[in-house]
């Protein structure tokens, strides 16, 4: 019998993206225990990583979780597909914090998920399942920060045995974004992690946005270096061993590939000074704008160190008119490949756009920066801090406290 996979739905409104079946046996390759007797598949949705960990543990007692009510025929008749007789699931808000006493406190030995890409509004019930997974430091931070993929860890948490393994799907944010740096830094202390896996984009249905796989014991970090890999068209590469300092600041393996564990000499745009001001003309105003103006689609000269502009003798910044001149470093907000679009202004003037940022800092940090920027490092740490899917954007709290690496 052949899987079915219409049960996947398009514009999920959970927030759901489902994962590849080959990206399910990635996923359960990563993980050390050769024997499971009870697994967990928290969020289940169509149950791809399900049927991966029913190959693998042939013999293992599965439970699936799931609030939707069309999961669970679509597992059942999986499961059946596979021959696997040991599986029970159950419709339930994965987050209910009542989750341990409705499973009579039952333990699992190993489980598996990939939440949904999601906010989550914050319910008072959180506070005791990050309580009761270790991580209560975590309720001082703000419920923006606290998405649904560090909820539905700790939820694992107060479901899995001491020393079980656990691997987890999750957002780029969680992995590199500055903002969720104390989180990271959390979880290194309440677990011990093992592997990440840095994965291709487009590797789940509906999205491109980037994800990775991290792999953990339940039982507390103890400063252990971290494997850090990426998954292409060759499988998994070969592992960065990264030190839990740095593994803190970022745990992406485009980016530590890149910085071969000089982030030490890092600095960072706010640290330096720098002044960042955004373009304010729109698409509309820039068509009707009788002065040179500078847009993403401007950034075609051959070198991002010499760029020459139209414009000369232009009023000075005014509401409405933010201008580029020479000395300022230029580089697109919002675009498919922001990280690509940078440049130094050589000669002339030119009215920005809003979706450039015009970076100016002091004359003897200009080359570091603008090298730092261009250099693998800081392309991979560009596209790190950058959101969305599609047309990306980089805020300008991000930019300030990008980590730069002079080359």
């Not at 061993?241 to 745990?251: E, Q």
């Not at 847009?295 to 070198?303: E, I, K, L």
Request: hydrophobic share 40%; glycine share 8%.
């Amino acid at each position: 019998m052949r899987m079915r996979l219409d049960f996947e739905p398009k514009g999920d409104a959970l927030g759901r993206y489902y994962t590849d079946p080959a990206v399910g046996q990635v996923f359960i390759s990563l993980f050390d225990r050769c024997q499971a007797s009870s697994i967990l598949d928290l969020g289940s949705g169509a149950g791809s990583l399900t049927f991966a960990a029913a190959r693998r543990w042939i013999d293992a007692r599965i439970q699936t979780v799931d609030v939707d009510l069309g999961a669970e025929e679509h597992i059942r008749i999986g499961m059946a597909s596979y021959g696997h007789l040991y599986h029970n699931h159950l419709v339930a808000d994965v987050l209910d914090e009542n989750l341990p006493e409705i499973f009579g406190g039952k333990r699992f030995d190993l489980a598996v998920c990939n939440p949904p890409y999601t906010r989550i509004k914050w319910r008072e019930g959180f506070s005791r399942i990050l309580a009761e997974a270790g991580m209560e430091g975590l309720r001082t931070l703000s419920p923006w920060t606290l998405s649904s993929d560090i909820m539905f860890i700790a939820q694992i948490l107060r479901l899995a045995e001491p020393g079980a393994e656990v691997g987890v799907i999750v957002p780029d944010g969680l992995i590199s974004a500055k903002r969720h740096r104390a989180v990271r830094q959390a979880l290194l202390e309440r677990v011990r992690v093992m592997r990440v896996v840095q994965l291709p984009r487009r590797s789940f249905r509906g999205t491109e946005a980037q994800a990775h796989v991290i792999v953990f014991r339940n039982e507390r970090g103890r400063g252990e270096s971290i494997e850090i890999s990426n998954l292409d068209t060759d499988g998994v590469s070969y592992p960065i061993s990264v030190a839990k300092d740095d593994a803190c600041i970022r745990m992406d393996y485009g980016y530590h590939r890149s910085t071969k564990g000089h982030l030490r000499n890092a600095f960072s745009l706010r640290s330096i000074g720098a002044e960042i001001i955004r373009g304010s003309l729109s698409s509309a105003e820039a068509r009707q704008c009788y002065e040179p103006v500078f847009h993403t689609s401007s950034f075609n000269q051959p070198s991002a160190f010499d760029y020459r502009l139209d414009g000369s003798s232009l009023t000075p910044d005014r509401p409405g008119r933010r201008i580029a001149q020479s000395g300022d470093i230029l580089l697109a907000r919002v675009d498919r490949e922001l990280q690509k679009k940078i440049c130094v202004v050589r000669q002339g003037q030119a009215v920005l756009t809003d979706c450039i940022y015009r970076i100016r800092v002091p004359a003897n940090w200009r080359d570091s920066v603008i090298r730092g920027l261009l250099s693998d490092a800081g392309q991979a740490a560009l596209v790190g801090a950058a959101r969305g899917v599609g047309a990306r954007m980089l805020s300008k709290e991000d930019l300030l406290d990008l980590e730069i690496v002079t080359p």
